[in-house]
């Protein structure tokens, strides 16, 4: 039986608002997201935008995730009314049954007056029955919508929680590995500062050495003919005298 032309059910009337917030809802997330992050040219504006944006995001998903749980409530409630619709069809088929079986007894039995009568409350009990079908189709409808609104609801609200999710573990690794490396620069530069240190050190140990071995060496050289010197100003050995030693060498020529 096509509902075309019939009224709105309260589920779908209720359902058509929330769909249409759901199609507007992507939109209308990045119009912001926009808005937030536009206008940031250096590091600092840039972060203060990025901020900003995930915050919209957060808030985002808690306006959806409560549009969400209205949606779920809405839905229970239209589920119980068309369990009760469910009932109440079968309750009137199963009169109309009953009915029908009277009539027909009543017709054999050659009771038309009396069949008539009970073809009478068939008419009613069938319009009745008719209108519980529509109930019941009408609900099954506004089920069926709610239930592909809040679909949609939770598709949005998973992607946005995994956009926030990835943006904040790549900004917590970044911030790790931003860290690690600023430790390791402090760490080359100390380093690099001890082993300079230490070169210098070496390379006055070095001249130091060298000074010392130059000191040891004149020492060595100089050493004995400077303790004569001593000695003969002492009075401990004796001057030689230089005319006997001319007069010998001449005499040594002369033979």
Partial sequence: MSTKGRPR????AAAEPQAERVAEAAPAVWQRLVAAVRGGVNELGEA???SQALRILDQEIREHDAELHRVRATLAETLARSHVANERLAA???????YEGYAVKALKAGEEA????????????????????????DLAGGVAHLRATAARFEATIQRL???VDTV??????????????????DSDVRVRTALDSLERIRQRQSARGARLDVEDALADAGGDDGLEARLRRAGIIAEEDRTDSVLSRLKQQAD
């Avoid at 009137?92 to 009953?98: C, F, G, I, Q, S």
């Fill in 9 to 12: 059910t309260k589920p779908e």
């Fill in 48 to 50: 203060i935008a990025e």
């Fill in 92 to 98: 009137a088929n199963a009169k109309l049954a009953e």
């Fill in 114 to 137: 009396l069949a008539r009568e009970v073809a009478a409350k068939i008419a009613l009990l069938e319009i009745e029955r008719d209108g519980e079908t529509a109930r019941v189709k």
């Fill in 161 to 163: 929680k995994q956009q």
């Fill in 168 to 185: 904040r573990a790549t900004e917590t690794v970044q911030r790790a590995q931003a860290a690690v490396a600023s430790r390791r620069r």
